[in-house]
């Protein structure tokens, strides 16, 4: 089993569409949490950031972090086509904060 | 301000062959990342320097993969000799310290025929 589990969609929402990204995961030393946005044939770019538990908001972004159910989540407000893209989570532990562990991505397609 | 710089973007070789990556951080920049994209996955970390000291390479493959960090800049990631298994994108990520911002570069798409 992996150690971040991602939903491995595809997903394809209409313009304008409320958008759930949902990673789980099992290593409760994990309490950094990285949200990733990956263009095609570019290089992951780094979204939200979020330590410990609890909820950041950023602009039409919102990352929710829940210890307790090893579950966080990124949504997307009010999506758009340039929003089309995999988006990929990350955690690393405190004891090496430079050590990622990603999921495997969701693509998501926002249809004008 | 420059982003960081990998190279070359494509490489196509043939099973058993040797290739190398070349990869120059952003300025200013101690922590320096490989990673391992498999199509359909995640970025794998394969190797972390500080400065030019290895801090990580745990998920490296020794007995193939090389990786060194001279002057604590540039660096280059080696393969020799190549598997199929081996065809993903390699990139190169660079950060001021362990916790700060990753930035990575586009990537090289190595094909193993």
């Known amino acids: 089993q992996k150690e971040v589990e991602q939903d491995p969609g595809p997903l394809s929402v209409p313009e304008g569409a409320i958008v759930s990204l949902n990673c789980t995961y099992s290593?409760?030393?994990?309490?950094?949490f990285m949200w990733y946005r990956q263009y095609s044939r570019k290089g992951p770019e780094l979204l939200m950031y979020?330590?410990?538990?609890g909820n950041k908001e950023d602009g039409r972004f919102t990352a929710q972090v829940d210890k307790s159910s090893k579950y966080i989540s990124l949504f997307i407000r009010d999506s758009q086509p340039s929003d089309s893209a995999t988006y990929l989570c990350?955690?690393?532990?405190?004891?090496?904060?430079?050590?990622?562990?990603f999921g495997d991505g969701t693509t998501l397609t926002v249809k004008p | 301000e420059a982003g960081v710089a990998q190279s070359p973007r494509y490489k196509i070789i043939e099973k058993r062959q040797s290739v190398a990556f070349w990869c120059n951080p952003i300025?200013?920049?101690?922590?320096l990342y490989w990673y391992q994209q498999i199509l359909g996955q995640g970025p794998k970390l394969l190797i972390q320097?500080?400065?030019?000291?290895?801090?990580?390479d745990s998920q490296l493959p020794k007995d193939r993969f090389s990786a060194e960090r001279l002057k604590g800049v540039d660096s280059t990631l080696k393969i020799q000799p190549a598997k199929l298994e081996d065809s993903a994108v390699y990139l190169c990520?660079?950060?001021?310290?362990?916790?700060?911002?990753?930035?990575f570069g586009p990537g090289t798409r190595l094909t193993v025929l």
């Open positions: 990520a660079s950060s001021l310290g362990v916790y700060n911002e990753q930035f």
């Open positions: 290593n409760s030393a994990f309490q950094y």
């Open positions: 979020t330590y410990s538990s």
């Open positions: 990350a955690m690393s532990a405190i004891s090496n904060a430079g050590k990622s562990t």
């Open positions: 300025s200013g920049h101690a922590t």
């Open positions: 320097f500080q400065n030019n000291g290895v801090v990580d």
